[in-house]
């Protein structure tokens, strides 16, 4: 299956409720990012491919470089080595890359700009928000940064091309090489929860639920 194909396919789940934990219990549970990975919006879900970021850990920097590897549906995907306590991301940078097509970015580290990015609809993961930005506004560098390579982002391996999906619960990825596997058993998940919500509503009681799904 093509990338825009399973892009497509996820993107049909969007408006599934608690959808990162139904992803999650599609992998088996795996592929959960910390959770003091949170959204700058809990109103939006964010799905997409992923572009990977690797800063220097004590030397962060504007990852602007980015730009020359995404395209539309990306997430840009960063590892910021936990630092809560400078941004990797700010509201102007949201921008560059909304207009590029990106959906968002998930970022293991801290970002700033939260009201602007919230405006604008780029939805940010991190760990933190604060007003210090890195020092490349005053020192001009932004080369010790290494981009699409594997990364490790809030616990979990990411490299470029694999799939991320984020809500007000956390933030889950898929790898590449799992999509279509879970792509077909999200769906169906998705369905079966509509249906046992609709069941519960109509009075139906656990057994009744357990004998015809299986699970709660």
């Known amino acids: ?29 795996a592929g959960v990012m910390v ?57 102007l940078m949201g921008a560059l890359f909304k207009l590029k097509g990106v959906r968002g970015a998930v970022i293991d580290g801290a970002c700033r700009d939260s009201d602007e990015n919230r405006l604008q609809g780029f939805q940010v993961f991190s760990r933190s928000l604060t007003p210090r930005g890195t020092h490349t506004m005053f020192s001009g560098r932004k080369t010790d940064i290494r981009y699409q390579t594997p990364i490790v982002c809030g616990g979990v391996s990411v490299s470029p091309g694999d799939y991320i999906f984020g809500d007000e619960l956390g933030v889950v990825v898929v790898p590449k090489a799992r999509a279509v596997e879970v792509l077909k058993l999200a769906t169906e998940q998705a369905d079966r929860e509509a249906k046992t919500r609709e069941k519960i509503q109509n009075g139906w009681t656990v057994q009744q639920i357990l004998d015809e799904f299986g699970r709660i």
């Open 1 to 29: 299956m093509e990338d825009k194909e399973l892009l497509d396919g996820f993107d049909k789940l969007r408006g599934t409720l608690s959808l990162s934990a139904v992803i999650a219990d599609s992998m088996g549970r």
């Open 35 to 91: 959770s003091q990975i949170k959204p700058i919006d809990p109103t939006l879900q964010l799905i997409g491919r992923a572009v990977t970021v690797e800063l220097t850990p004590g030397d962060l920097q504007d990852p602007l470089g980015v730009l020359d590897y995404v395209s539309q549906g990306d997430v840009i995907v960063m590892n910021a080595h936990g630092d809560t306590e400078t941004s990797a991301l700010g509201g």
